[in-house]
């Protein structure tokens, strides 16, 4: 079957740092694909050029086999990309449910519409909220965002990327920083939808990627090291020695 | 209905006092003072305006003044024209035309400036639509047709239908109303899917853009939407003053239109208004009492803004909102 995404021969570097170094990567519909590696090995990098937010110095990147390389960001978002953010990126003057909505918005047609309340379209808002509820959030969703916690703004990351819509979620490190009943809730979460969104999952949390994960890419100075199922990437000795092992 | 804010009712006296105390003028004789609301409603407009993109879409524009002066010099040229000759194309007291070729003007500097301006972030964009202020002010100074920097004065103003510009009364009525409409107009649109994809742009860019949005011509209409209603308001300004000149583009005209938006609070519906009507009050009181009424007027605008944020209108803030 034809990957959903393909990433043949990404570069990237800054100023002397290679981050991205020659990536080739297949993402297959329907699967959640991790991707370890360990800090500062280009994962952030990674899933910013394939969002569109930053621009590689060299390669291609293919979305349901069209050239998607040169496309913006929010071209690409109609296209069917979204992202969480590693370090939360909300809308923070922003209510909880305004955030949602306005992710449920970007999918209902443009927004040159300047006369009709945006708080007032039922259908926007209860999609929005529908999503809030999926991530446990009902009770937030009239609360401003800059008063939740931390463990909520990740959360909200989630139902952004949900109410998205879109078909490939790149998630980066949607976990970082929840404490274990929170990891775990999130887990049983992205359990659920698997099959239902592919899934691009950059994680830390080793339990968590072996308990998700289909296949796993292992990132090292910006090179995939190695690509396969959880139980070839536990046994290959190049990822023990140059990740797993550190642990 | 749902309870009124604080704001809410500022806003409500705020704007029942500028509908009566100015006809309350006019009636004991004291028509001084009629002209000083009328020029205050005016600028209201503008401040109005320019809370668009700079309170709402974070745009903080320092060359707003420029579509004062092409308002004003739409009301200028034509005028000029219908009664010394030339350019018959554009000569005419007809009030209609003018406020089209107004608006017209407007949205299209606004189009261009702005479609170069909002490239910039932040100090740029500041920077650069100074200079497109600029720019537009030293054009208007060349025009030795219209006596450069001696500028332009108005023999005729605006013919409308049914209203009569000469009339302070009708002049100020028609500023009065147009001021309401443009802060609902701003409102509504601040409240709409257009609204919030602003103000989410605003706070967080590349948020809105990685949801989909192309930020930058959601910003490019808001700058448009500002500047034609911003040109509205100098077709208001040149009937008013029926004079007019470069220096109502300068950069320091901007830069008080800007100051009014930020003393009486960006991002509020009164707040421009408020904000110009304490700047003008301000300067006519000081200035009555001393010529180097400068420095006080200075100091007391630096004191509010430094010690009540979000301006006048922090001032009505509830609690928790
Ligand atoms: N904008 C940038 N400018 C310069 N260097 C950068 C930039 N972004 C990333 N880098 C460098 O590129 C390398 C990869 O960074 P990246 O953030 O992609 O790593 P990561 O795998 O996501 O790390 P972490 O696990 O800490 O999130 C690092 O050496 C980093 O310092
Ligand atoms: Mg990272």
């Known amino acids: 079957m034809a990957p959903l995404l393909k990433v043949k021969g990404l570069m990237k570097s800054f100023g002397g740092v290679t981050a991205t170094d020659n990536v080739d990567l297949d993402v297959i519909k329907g699967e959640i694909h991790a991707i370890i590696g360990p800090n500062g090995a280009g994962k952030t990098t990674l899933i910013s050029q394939l969002s569109g937010a930053l621009k590689p110095d060299a390669g291609t990147v293919l979305l349901n086999g069209s050239d998607i390389t040169n496309k913006p960001a929010y071209k690409r978002a109609k296209l069917g990309i979204t992202r969480s953010f590693q370090i939360t990126s909300l809308v923070m003057g922003m209510s909880v449910l305004d955030n949602v909505a306005l992710a449920v918005q970007a999918n209902d047609g443009h927004s040159y519409r300047f006369l009709k309340p945006a708080r007032k379209i039922a259908h926007i808002r209860d999609k929005a909220m529908e999503n809030l509820i999926k991530v446990g959030l009902r009770k937030r969703a009239n609360d401003a965002t800059s008063a939740l916690s931390h463990g909520e703004h990740r959360q909200m990351e989630i139902a952004i990327a949900l109410a998205s819509e879109a078909e490939l979620m790149l998630l980066d490190e949607p976990m970082a920083g929840l404490g274990p009943e929170e990891s775990a809730l999130l887990v049983a979460f992205l359990k659920e939808l698997k099959g239902q969104r592919t899934i691009l999952l950059i994680e830390h949390d080793m339990d968590a990627v072996f308990a998700l994960a289909d296949r796993i890419s292992v990132l090292v100075y910006g090179q995939i090291i190695a690509t396969g199922l959880p139980d070839e990437i536990r046994s290959n000795d190049a990822v023990r020695h140059a990740y797993l092992g550190e642990e | ?321």
């Not at chain 2, 920077?127 to 030795?144: E, P, V, Y």
């Not at chain 2, 860019?205 to 192309?214: A, P």
């Open chain 2, 1 to 321: 209905m749902r309870k009124m804010t604080k704001a809410g009712w500022a806003t409500m006296i705020g704007m029942i006092a500028l509908a009566i105390l100015p006809p309350y003028f006019l009636l004991t004789g004291q028509a001084f003072y009629v002209d000083l609301a009328t020029r205050l409603v005016i600028l209201g407009i503008a401040a109005v305006s320019l809370n668009l993109i700079l309170g709402y879409g974070g745009m903080v524009s320092f060359g707003h003044a420029a579509f004062i002066g092409l308002g004003a010099y739409a009301v200028g040229i034509t005028s000029y024209h219908a009664t010394w000759g030339g350019f018959d194309l554009i000569a005419s007291y007809n009030g209609l035309l003018q406020l089209i070729l107004a608006l017209s003007i407007s949205a299209i500097y606004a189009l261009v400036t702005g479609a170069i301006s909002l490239r910039t972030k932040g100090v740029y964009f500041l920077m650069i639509t100074m200079a497109f202020g600029q720019m537009a002010f030293f054009l208007f100074q060349s025009l030795d047709v219209y006596n450069g920097d001696d500028g332009l004065t108005i023999d005729v103003r605006s013919e409308l239908p049914f209203i009569n510009l000469d009339s302070p009364m009708q002049l100020y009525i028609l500023s009065y109303v147009s001021l309401a409409v443009a802060m609902l107009l701003v409102k509504t649109i601040v409240n709409s899917r257009f609204g919030m994809v602003l103000q989410g742009a605003k706070d967080n860019n590349e948020r809105m853009v990685t949801l989909g949005y192309n930020t930058y011509f959601y910003r490019l209409a808001a700058y448009v939407i500002s500047g034609v209603m911003c040109g509205y308001a100098g077709f208001l300004l040149g009937n008013f003053t029926t004079f007019i000149s470069p220096d109502m583009m300068h950069w320091t005209r901007s830069g008080e239109l800007m100051f009014m938006v930020i003393l009486g609070g960006t991002s509020t519906a009164l707040g421009p208004t408020l904000g110009s009507s304490i700047f003008i009050l301000l300067e006519e009181i000081l200035s009555s009492i001393t010529l180097y009424w400068h420095l006080p007027f200075g100091v007391i605008l630096i004191v509010v803004v430094m010690f009540v944020r979000g301006g006048l209108m922090g001032l009505f803030k509830g609690k928790g909102e």
